[in-house]
C-alpha cells in the first residue's frame, strides 16, 4: 500500500521541505492551505502538478484548524495513514497581540484533528506528528534543555502548545493512537518566514549590501537560540513517525548563538563592517560610532516576556532514531544569505 501523509501547515517552511522529503520518499501526500486573496503556495509551487496529470502525488485542500468539519472532510476523504500536523499562527510575538486566535489553533486546532481522527474511527490506522515546540521550555529550569526538563512557556503561543503537547499524550494514552511530539528547537532556511529573526536579518543585510536600506531594526539581541536548518528537522518528524511506539523527542544542534552573533556572520557574508546603535544595549554606542549606523534597536520588538536562552539535548534522538543535525551554524547562515543575495551576489 502506498504511504499517504496528511500535511497541515503544507504552505509553511516545514510543511514544504517536509512535503519534497515525502515525495521523494514515494508517499501520496495530501495538505491544507487556507483560503487567501492572494497565494499563499510560492514555497510548494515547484512539488506542484495539475492534478489532472497522470502520476500526480500532491493534492491540496482548503480547509482550516479552525474549523473542525472541514478537518473532518479531509481526513475521511484522504485517508491518511500519517498526519503531520504543523499549521500553526507560529509567531511567538503576534501571540501576544492575537492570543485568542493563536489558543484557537495552535491548542484547540490539534485537538480538532485528533478528535476528527476518533469520530472516523481511525485511532488504530493513522499515525499522529505534533509539531512541538523548544518555547514549551520558556523560562528554562536547565540547560540543556531535554525531554524531561520541565515546561514554563513564556507567551501566548508557548501556552497555546503547551496544551496541543498534552493532548497528543492523552490520546496516545487514552485511545491508543500512535501520536508523538517533537520537541523542534528553532530551524530556518531561505524560506523562512520573513518576520522571525534570522530571515528578517539576511532580507536586511541583503538589503543594505544592495544600497535598498539603511538600517536594521531588532530587538532583543541577546536572546540564545539554537539553530538548525529546516531540512534536517523535517527528516526527524518523519523518522518519529517510523518508530513501532510513539513517543515525544527533541530535535536541536545542541548548540547555542545570540541574535547578535546571528547579525555579525550574516554582515561578514557581505563584508560589510556594522556599527551598532541602540538604547544604551551594547558597548557599540552610538557616541563611539564612526561610520554609518547600520543597526538600531526598536523597543518595538522586545517582547512582554522573553525566553532568553534555548539550547537543546537531542540524545534520545540520535540514540533511537538515529538522528542528527547535520547544518551548523555557520553553513546555515551561509545558505541564507547567499539564497538571499541571488546569484550575481547582489540583489
Ligand atoms: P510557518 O509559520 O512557516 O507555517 C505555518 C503554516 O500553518 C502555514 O502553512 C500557515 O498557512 C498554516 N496555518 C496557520 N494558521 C492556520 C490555520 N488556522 N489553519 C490552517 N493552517 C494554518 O511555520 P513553520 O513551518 O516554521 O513551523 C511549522 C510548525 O512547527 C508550526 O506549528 C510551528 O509552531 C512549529 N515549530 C516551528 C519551529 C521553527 O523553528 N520553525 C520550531 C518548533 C516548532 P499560511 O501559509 O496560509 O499562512
Ligand atoms: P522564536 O523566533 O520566538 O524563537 O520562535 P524569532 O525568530 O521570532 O525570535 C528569536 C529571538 O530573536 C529575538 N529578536 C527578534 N525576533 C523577531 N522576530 N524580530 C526582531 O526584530 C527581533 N529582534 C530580536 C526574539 O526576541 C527572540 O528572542 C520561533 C518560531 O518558529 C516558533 O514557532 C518556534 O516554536 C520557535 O522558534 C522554536
Known amino acids: 500500500?502506498?504511504?499517504?501523509?496528511?500535511?497541515?501547515?503544507?504552505?509553511?517552511?516545514?510543511?514544504?521541505?517536509?512535503?519534497?522529503?515525502?515525495?521523494?520518499?514515494?508517499?501520496?501526500?495530501?495538505?491544507?492551505?487556507?483560503?487567501?486573496?492572494?497565494?499563499?503556495?510560492?514555497?510548494?509551487?515547484?512539488?506542484?502538478?495539475d492534478p489532472h496529470e497522470a502520476g500526480t502525488r500532491l493534492f491540496l485542500h482548503y480547509g482550516d484548524l479552525t474549523d473542525a468539519t472541514s478537518l473532518i472532510r479531509i481526513i475521511q476523504e484522504t485517508q491518511p495513514t500519517e498526519i503531520y500536523n504543523l499549521a500553526a499562527q507560529s509567531h511567538v510575538q503576534v501571540s501576544f497581540e492575537s492570543?485568542?486566535?493563536?489558543?484557537?489553533?495552535?491548542?484547540?486546532?490539534?485537538?480538532?484533528?485528533?478528535?476528527?481522527?476518533?469520530?472516523?474511527?481511525?485511532?488504530?490506522?493513522?499515525?499522529?506528528?505534533?509539531?512541538?515546540?523548544?518555547?514549551?521550555?520558556?523560562?528554562?529550569?536547565?540547560?540543556p534543555q531535554r525531554e524531561t526538563t520541565p515546561f514554563y512557556p513564556r507567551s501566548p503561543y508557548g501556552a497555546a502548545k503547551l496544551y496541543a503537547y498534552w493532548i497528543t499524550v492523552n490520546y496516545r494514552e487514552a485511545y491508543g493512537i500512535h501520536a508523538s511530539n517533537g520537541i523542534l528547537f528553532n530551524h530556518?532556511?531561505?524560506?523562512?518566514?520573513?518576520?522571525?529573526?534570522?530571515?528578517?536579518?539576511?532580507?536586511?543585510?541583503?538589503?543594505?549590501?544592495?544600497?535598498?536600506?539603511?538600517?536594521?531594526?531588532?530587538?532583543?539581541?541577546?536572546?540564545?537560540?539554537?539553530w538548525g536548518h529546516a531540512r534536517d528537522y523535517v527528516e526527524g518528524m518523519w523518522r518519529i513517525l517510523q518508530q513501532s511506539t510513539p513517543d515525544d523527542y527533541v530535535?536541536?544542534?545542541?548548540?547555542?548563538?545570540?541574535?547578535?552573533?546571528?547579525?555579525?556572520?550574516?554582515?561578514?557574508?557581505?563584508?560589510?563592517?556594522?556599527?551598532?546603535?541602540?538604547?544604551?544595549?551594547?558597548?557599540?554606542?552610538?557616541?563611539?560610532?564612526?561610520?554609518?549606523?547600520?543597526?538600531r534597536i526598536d523597543p518595538r520588538y522586545f517582547r512582554p516576556t522573553e525566553v532568553d536562552l534555548l539550547i537543546g539535548d537531542a540524545t534520545k534522538a540520535r540514540n533511537v532514531l538515529g538522528w542528527q543535525s547535520t547544518i551548523g551554524f555557520q553553513e546555515l547562515v551561509t545558505e541564507m544569505m547567499a539564497a538571499e543575495l541571488g546569484p550575481d551576489g547582489i540583489r
Not at 101 to 107: E, I
Not at 275 to 290: I, P, Q, R, Y
Open 251 to 295: 530535535l536541536a544542534t545542541g548548540e547555542g548563538h545570540s541574535v547578535r552573533e546571528f547579525v555579525e556572520r550574516a554582515f561578514a557574508h557581505v563584508g560589510t563592517e556594522i556599527v551598532w546603535s541602540g538604547h544604551g544595549v551594547d558597548e557599540f554606542g552610538l557616541e563611539k560610532a564612526t561610520g554609518t549606523v547600520r543597526v
Open 188 to 226: 530556518e532556511s531561505p524560506i523562512r518566514g520573513e518576520t522571525f529573526v534570522t530571515r528578517k536579518i539576511t532580507r536586511a543585510v541583503s538589503a543594505i549590501h544592495g544600497g535598498r536600506q539603511d538600517v536594521l531594526y531588532l530587538g532583543n539581541l541577546d536572546a540564545i537560540r539554537d
Open 99 to 143: 492570543p485568542e486566535y493563536t489558543a484557537n489553533s495552535d491548542a484547540l486546532g490539534t485537538l480538532r484533528l485528533l478528535e476528527a481522527v476518533r469520530i472516523l474511527g481511525m485511532t488504530r490506522h493513522v499515525r499522529f506528528y505534533q509539531a512541538s515546540t523548544s518555547e514549551l521550555f520558556g523560562k528554562v529550569a536547565e540547560t
Open 1 to 49: 500500500m502506498t504511504p499517504t501523509a496528511l500535511i497541515t501547515g503544507i504552505t509553511g517552511q516545514d510543511g514544504a521541505y517536509l512535503a519534497e522529503l515525502l515525495l521523494a520518499k514515494g508517499y501520496v501526500v495530501h495538505g491544507i492551505k487556507r483560503r487567501s486573496s492572494s497565494f499563499n503556495t510560492g514555497r510548494i509551487d515547484h512539488l506542484y502538478h
